[in-house]
């Protein structure tokens, strides 16, 4: 059985296809695709610790907001006090669930009576809540004399995120092409002389960002090659003429970067497609028109932040659209608990219908509010550091 060198250390060994797990698209943003034949465990750990999980923590709160589910299988992390509603902060949960950061109470004893006052995110936390704190104080629900719960259920929050990618994001960004590109050439070439520069770049080198990785407004991404608004794509291209190979990387439909894999191609001409949408799963793997140029886009590539903003609208616009479905949802689900309706059709009361279509109203109302107010804080920074 063939033995590679683990390509980010001169150290670690491991057999062909028994390499650690390397994805190509990071986990965390629901990625699938993978090569064993890159790396040790030692550098995934240690790369993953000092690039990847500043990454992911970056783009983090797009994951809670897609509920999407990881590479390794496991649920978007909850944003906490990610979510601003007046003065009050809540935490955001994948499943779209708004939940109060800080659960409000005040208690009261006199005259051997007890007075309260919960504002909780539903009657069960407010109960639970009741229950340990009588328990603690050594009282029953007796010796309550007046007791107020009030749930939090409301519209028209705002969420105010700024990405500022840093120097460690765009080494992260540098490996995930690297790692596309070592599922489509052999573990030999890999580890050849001609990926050094980017090698020695992802371990942190002094090399100039520019020279291998940019957050590129200016490079045209093939349209033809899509399967969503929110995908995630690798472009690999090299040229046997300008023994160049270049990556694009696009992720979750808008943050879009080229990346300089080798100044030394000896291989084949290349063009290839991997793009992944990370809630439907749904993939594209393929050979892909070629570009005449490559050096062109070296020379042309940078980042402009209108652009930017503008190239990232229908990510926002698919996550406004995913959270009125949540929201209208949780409304007709609540309206017909409220008047015992276990299915809606044409024999339901004329109640029922009506609270759906106020609540709704009054959610829409609030959410257009929210909008106009809210849609120029958005502010993206994909400059490097």
């Known amino acids: 059985m063939n033995v590679l060198d683990c390509i980010y250390c001169d150290i670690g060994k491991f057999n062909l296809g028994e390499g ?13 695709k993978l090569s064993r034949n890159i790396c040790c465990e030692e550098c995934n750990n240690r790369l993953g610790k000092a690039i990847d999980d500043g990454m992911s923590s970056q783009l983090s709160i797009i994951s809670t907001l ?28 994948p499943s779209g669930e708004m939940l109060r ?60 995120e700024t990405f500022s990618l840093c120097e460690n994001d765009l080494r992260s960004v540098a490996k995930m092409a690297l790692t596309m590109l070592a599922t489509k050439v052999s573990p030999e070439r890999l580890c050849s002389t001609e990926f050094t520069d980017v090698v020695d770049y992802i ?17 045209a991404f ?14 690999i291209y090299s040229s046997q003429v300008e023994h160049l190979c270049i990556a694009l990387v696009e992720l979750y439909g808008g943050f879009r970067f080229s990346v300089l894999l080798s100044r030394k191609w000896s291989g084949p001409n290349m063009s290839c497609c991997y793009a992944i949408d990370p809630v439907s ?21 940078g980042c402009i932040r209108s652009k930017a903003i503008e ?34 059709n044409e024999h339901s009361s004329e109640e029922v219908f009506k609270t759906i279509a106020t609540d709704l109203v009054d959610m829409h109302l609030k959410r257009s509010r929210r909008q106009s107010r809210n849609w120029s804080n958005k502010s993206v920074n994909k400059d490097k550091f």
């Open 66 to 93: 897609l509920n999407i589910k990881t590479g390794r299988n496991k649920n978007a992390p909850v944003q906490r006090g990610a979510v601003k509603l007046g003065d009050e902060s809540y935490n955001l949960l």
């Open 311 to 344: 190239q990232l609208k229908p990510l926002f616009n698919y996550i406004g659209e995913l959270d009125v479905k949540r929201e209208s949802k949780k409304i007709i689900d609540a309206a017909m608990v409220k008047h015992g309706v276990d299915t809606l």
């Open 281 to 301: 799963l749904e993939k594209i793997d393929s050979d892909v028109d070629s570009i005449n140029e490559l050096q062109r886009i070296l020379v042309n590539r």
């Open 222 to 235: 093939p349209s033809q090659y899509k399967i969503s608004d929110i995908n995630h794509r690798i472009f």
């Open 203 to 219: 371990n942190g080198s002094d090399l100039k960002p520019e020279d291998i990785v940019f957050s590129d407004t200016n490079t």
């Open 101 to 160: 950061a800080k659960v409000e109470q005040q208690w009261e004893t006199e005259s051997g009576k007890t007075k309260f006052h919960i504002v909780a995110n539903n009657e069960e936390q407010a109960l639970k809540i009741i229950e340990g704190q009588l328990k603690s104080r050594g009282k029953s629900l007796s010796d309550i004399e007046i007791g107020t719960v009030t749930e939090v259920s409301q519209y028209g929050a705002e969420i105010s």
């Open 20 to 32: 650690s797990k390397e994805h190509a698209i990071l986990s965390s943003f629901g990625g699938r």
